[in-house]
C-alpha cells in the first residue's frame, strides 16, 4: 500500500474513534515500540502538541475537520481541492 492510501486509511479510522480509544491504541503503539523509537517517539509527540493542530513547521494544518496546506485540501497527504 502506497502512503497516500495508507494515510487516508489511518485518517478515516482515526476520524471515527473516540478520544478514549485512540488513547488506548496510542498506548498499545507506545507499548510495542522497540527501545531504539521511544525517543522519536515521545519527540514527535511533543511536537505535535507544542504545534497544536498544525505541522511541518505550521505548513500543514486541520482546519474544520480536513487537512490544508496552504490553503490545499490534502486527502492522505494529496492535495484534492484549493480552498481560497
Not at 7 to 13: A, E, H, N, P, S
Request: charged share 25%; hydrophobic share 40%.
Amino acid at each position: 500500500m502506497n502512503l497516500p492510501q495508507f494515510l487516508r486509511q489511518v485518517d478515516k479510522g482515526a476520524a471515527e474513534m473516540s478520544r478514549e480509544r485512540l488513547e488506548v491504541f496510542i498506548h498499545e503503539l507506545a507499548r510495542t515500540l522497540p527501545e531504539n523509537r521511544r525517543n522519536d517517539f515521545l519527540s514527535t509527540m511533543h511536537k505535535v502538541h507544542a504545534e497544536g493542530n498544525c505541522f511541518a513547521g505550521g505548513k500543514i494544518c486541520r482546519q474544520d475537520g480536513q487537512w490544508r496546506r496552504f490553503g490545499i485540501l490534502l486527502a492522505g497527504g494529496i492535495p484534492i481541492k484549493y480552498i481560497g
